[in-house]
């Protein structure tokens, strides 16, 4: 996977498709990005690979030795799906170059994110829905961990063991679930008001590598998409799998429908 392949064949203009998310735009053909500007239309060229040629920028992820196969728009969002075929699977491929360079396309929505591919597995699972509240007014349930367990999707928290509103990266908040079991929770990403991510291990023990991440993007209307992301490609331990595969889409809009109960509830 990310396999680097140079030179490239630049492709007539005709074989690219358009990727826009109404502030900047893309530029895709053959699971390429070869051109992007960024953050708006009129910005600076980050992969500039059109014009030029492959010294000057492009984004690719697909399988190794892949052959694309077909590619289409979806119906009604503007999300464009790109199938290969490779030795070793077959893959469809979405949404490029992230999530943020397309268009909203409806109230909920639950994917597998970025590659869906047949025989290598993907580990990134996402769910997404809006929410009728303000995203600093969300990221409060979420950063605190007391309320955590009004919401939980899981259901099986029972309280927090620490009650210190998380700020940084770093910084680690205690939960134990309905079962006695104590957990630790390390923030690895985060920014205020819009992103947080944490690592979570057995008390004690070193973290098997899953992550558990919400994204918020407000809206003009005043309302937020909130974007649940699990990310077990860190896990290497091959007998975990199994009860990683278990958590899906449905899952985390489930935990997300939940959140928004709660915060609507209480703006």
Same mark, same amino acid.
């Given at each position: 996977?990310?396999? =680097?392949?140079?030179?490239?064949?630049?492709?007539?203009?005709?074989?690219? *498709?358009?990727?826009?998310?109404?502030?900047?735009?893309?530029?895709?053909?053959?699971?390429? @990005?070869?051109?992007?500007?960024?953050?708006?239309?009129?910005?600076?060229?980050?992969?500039?690979?059109?014009?030029? *040629?492959? /010294?000057?920028?492009? %984004?690719? +992820?697909?399988?190794?030795?892949?052959?694309?196969? *077909?590619?289409?728009?979806?119906?009604?969002?503007?999300?464009?799906? =790109?199938?290969?075929?490779?030795?070793? *699977? @077959?893959?469809?491929?979405? &949404?490029?170059?992230?999530?943020?360079?397309?268009?909203?396309?409806?109230?909920?929505?639950?994917?597998? !994110?970025?590659?869906?591919?047949?025989?290598?597995?993907?580990?990134?699972?996402?769910?997404?829905?809006? @929410?009728?509240?303000?995203?600093?007014?969300?990221?409060?349930? +979420?950063?605190?961990?007391?309320?955590?367990?009004?919401?939980?999707?899981?259901?099986?928290?029972?309280?927090?063991?620490?009650?210190?509103?998380?700020?940084?990266?770093?910084?680690?908040?205690?939960?134990?679930?309905?079962?006695?079991?104590?957990?630790?929770?390390? +923030?690895?990403?985060? /920014?205020?008001?819009?992103?947080?991510?944490?690592?979570?291990?057995?008390?004690?023990? /070193?973290?098997? !590598?899953?992550?558990?991440?919400?994204?918020?993007?407000?809206?003009?209307?005043?309302? =937020? &998409? @909130?974007?649940?992301?699990?990310?077990?490609?860190?896990? =290497?331990?091959?007998?975990? %799998?199994?009860?990683? &595969?278990?958590?899906?889409?449905?899952?985390?809009?489930?935990?997300?429908?939940?959140?928004?109960?709660?915060?609507?509830?209480?703006?």
């Amino acid at each position: 996977m990310g396999e =680097t392949i140079v030179p490239h064949a630049q492709p007539p203009i005709e074989d690219y *498709g358009l990727l826009s998310n109404r502030q900047t735009t893309a530029l895709v053909a053959h699971a390429r @990005v070869d051109w992007w500007c960024v953050p708006r239309v009129d910005s600076d060229a980050v992969f500039a690979a059109l014009p030029g *040629g492959d /010294e000057h920028g492009y %984004w690719r +992820i697909a399988p190794v030795a892949a052959t694309e196969t *077909g590619r289409a728009y979806r119906q009604g969002p503007f999300i464009l799906d =790109t199938d290969c075929a490779a030795p070793k *699977g @077959v893959g469809k491929k979405h &949404r490029l170059p992230d999530r943020r360079a397309t268009s909203s396309e409806g109230h909920r929505r639950a994917s597998i !994110g970025g590659m869906d591919v047949t025989d290598n597995e993907t580990r990134i699972v996402t769910a997404e829905r809006t @929410v009728r509240a303000p995203a600093p007014e969300i990221f409060e349930w +979420i950063a605190e961990p007391t309320r955590q367990p009004g919401w939980d999707g899981n259901d099986n928290l029972d309280v927090a063991t620490t009650a210190e509103r998380v700020r940084a990266v770093g910084d680690v908040f205690g939960m134990r679930t309905n079962k006695g079991k104590s957990k630790e929770n390390r +923030i690895v990403a985060f /920014e205020e008001g819009r992103t947080i991510a944490w690592l979570t291990a057995d008390a004690g023990h /070193e973290p098997p !590598g899953h992550i558990w991440r919400r994204d918020l993007e407000p809206l003009d209307d005043g309302t =937020t &998409r @909130v974007i649940h992301t699990y990310d077990w490609t860190g896990v =290497t331990d091959e007998a975990r %799998w199994p009860r990683h &595969r278990q958590t899906t889409p449905a899952n985390l809009l489930a935990s997300i429908d939940r959140l928004a109960a709660v915060v609507e509830r209480h703006a």
